[in-house]
């Protein structure tokens, strides 16, 4: 009897374990739906985060294709040409398939260098993401060093090594020769394109410490498939015109005077007058003596050759007063004009401009100091390509504001004092398609180097502060047991990329120098 009694005591205790083991089960089934429903969350918010990503990803691809377009068009397929609105499809990292639209807004800003505004878009599913990028097509000047050939101008090898360093942007047509020791400071700060592979000596780099002597960052190191080329003779008569006419690109081309003398608004200096409206056009030589006292720089400018006396003239721009007053070599009066010749104008707007052209080239004289912004250019086609000679220094006087170029077929440097030059501004010598096989034009050169030996004159720095453009590399000095002639200290002025002087030529390369995402409906760029 009492063990029944015992029996029946534990039957309710088992009822009440079974009641508490369902409870329980209960709890972390709804727990287990909660944390169910949670992961389900997060991974569809995944999911939604890594189809935002491809479509983004897919927008700037879209915005590479149009950038590749323009370059493409420009190029040579249908210059100046906005390309018409495109789709396509871009594949993901896991090998999806993403849709993108590219459109171009059909008008640029007036301004001197060509920009376009893309408008790029893709969609991922249900992600939808916008991109607006603004694309500045490149002026040579974005260049601290450019040249076409490795060969010198007198036919020998030219060496990139430790000692010298270039700080901008370099390009070379190749093949470079490139001899680096591990410790010591980068031949290049900035990047380095080339268009085939590089001779290396001793060897090519393959550790961190190689890389770091020939660059500071490898990643700036660039072999690339498609050459540059150099301006055009077009670009070259484009600055002729603009000095004669204050247009660069007229419907018909200007008579160009015959008679030697100056030239503004298109009328000899003698007798002028008015608004002026063109750069200066100089028929014959002219050598040029330049001072600056304030905010005024006065050109003396003698023009001669061909059996002629030599004519004198005296520039006196006034950039306070915004006049140009031309006086003879006994400072009488000759022509007074009201604005400057500096700067340059939008395209398709008339006015006063920095072209400065000269039909039998120039020497430029030592000392010249610059206010203002100039570009001195010479004829340089297949039949006439005068020079321009450097008797020493040519500086700005004020380096955030004055703005140089100087254009010829060859330039030479031809001092043979001792000392150190500097010249500021863009150097552009030689022209696209001058040579069909290996030459000696288009170059920057000191004409007391031979091809064997020292040079015999000039020995000191050569400071260029800006830009060197160059079909072959210039010989002007000699380096390494013996030194004669001029070692080249080149400093790149990063203004001369978004602000060229006037009339700078530009590339076929369009770089993206703004870039944001506009999903939320905002614009970018305007």
């Given at each position: ?13 088992r009822?009440?374990a079974l ?13 287990i ?26 927008a ?35 090998g999806?398939?993403v849709?993108y ?22 969609t ?14 490149m002026?040579?000047?974005?260049y ?14 030219v ?6 360093q ?51 960052n ?34 018909s ?6 008679v030697q003398?100056?030239y ?11 608004a002026?409206?063109?750069g ?25 050759c ?69 570009t ?5 086609n ?10 020493g ?22 001092d ?7 010249i ?103």
């Amino acid at each position: 009897m009492i063990m029944q009694t015992r029996e029946r005591r534990r039957r309710p205790e088992r009822g009440m374990a079974l009641v508490a083991t369902l409870m329980m089960i209960t709890v972390f089934l709804i727990l287990i739906g909660v944390l169910m429903e949670n992961l389900a969350r997060e991974v569809n918010v995944s999911g939604m985060h890594g189809r935002s990503n491809a479509a983004l990803r897919a927008a700037y691809y879209a915005v590479e294709s149009m950038q590749y377009q323009i370059e493409f068009n420009d190029a040579g397929a249908a210059p100046g040409v906005v390309p018409a609105p495109f789709g396509g499809s871009w594949v993901d990292q896991d090998g999806t398939n993403v849709a993108y639209n590219v459109s171009v807004d059909a008008q640029r800003w007036t301004s001197v260098l060509p920009y376009y505004l893309v408008h790029a878009t893709a969609t991922d599913g249900t992600s939808t993401r916008s991109v607006d990028a603004l694309l500045q097509k490149m002026p040579f000047s974005a260049y601290n060093y450019f040249t076409i050939s490795e060969q010198t101008n007198l036919g020998g090898a030219v060496v990139y090594t430790n000692g010298e360093q270039f700080n901008g942007p370099v390009y070379s047509g190749g093949p470079m020769i490139i001899d680096y020791q591990d410790a010591q400071p980068s031949i290049f700060t900035n990047e380095v394109w080339t268009a085939s592979a590089p001779h290396w000596i001793p060897a090519a780099p393959s550790t961190p410490a190689d890389w770091s002597a020939v660059i500071s960052n490898q990643g700036n190191f660039h072999i690339v498939s498609q050459p540059l080329q150099l301006p055009t003779a077009l670009d070259n008569t484009s600055v002729e015109y603009a000095s004669l006419t204050g247009n660069p690109n007229p419907s018909s081309p200007p008579t160009i005077p015959t008679v030697q003398d100056m030239y503004i608004n298109g009328a000899s200096v003698v007798g002028g007058g008015g608004a002026l409206n063109t750069g200066v056009f100089i028929k014959g030589r002219a050598t040029i003596t330049s001072t600056v006292v304030g905010n005024v720089d006065t050109f003396t400018i003698q023009i001669c050759c061909a059996g002629l006396p030599v004519t004198t003239y005296h520039m006196i721009v006034d950039y306070g007063a915004s006049t140009t007053r031309i006086t003879d070599a006994s400072n009488n009066p000759v022509a007074n004009y009201t604005g400057v010749p500096s700067g340059q104008q939008a395209p398709g707007v008339s006015g006063a401009d920095g072209a400065i052209f000269s039909t039998l080239g120039y020497q430029f004289n030592a000392g010249n100091v610059f206010t203002g912004q100039y570009t001195f250019a010479t004829i340089d086609n297949a039949t006439t390509h005068p020079a321009i000679f450097f008797m020493g220094s040519q500086t700005y006087a004020q380096p955030t504001t004055d703005e140089l170029a100087f254009w010829s077929n060859d330039m030479l440097l031809d001092d043979v004092s001792n000392g150190n030059i500097e010249i500021d501004g863009l150097l552009l010598t030689g022209y696209y398609g001058e040579c069909t096989a290996t030459c000696n034009d288009g170059t920057f050169y000191n004409p007391f180097c031979p091809l064997i030996g020292g040079c015999a004159g000039g020995t000191g720095v050569l400071t260029l502060k800006g830009s060197l453009i160059e079909n072959v590399r210039g010989k002007r000095g000699t380096l390494g047991s013996t030194v004669s002639g001029f070692s080249t200290d080149s400093i790149y002025d990063s203004r001369l990329a978004t602000k060229p002087p006037p009339f700078t030529p530009t590339t076929t390369e369009y770089d993206v120098i703004a870039l944001c995402t506009t999903d939320s409906g905002t614009t970018c760029g305007n």
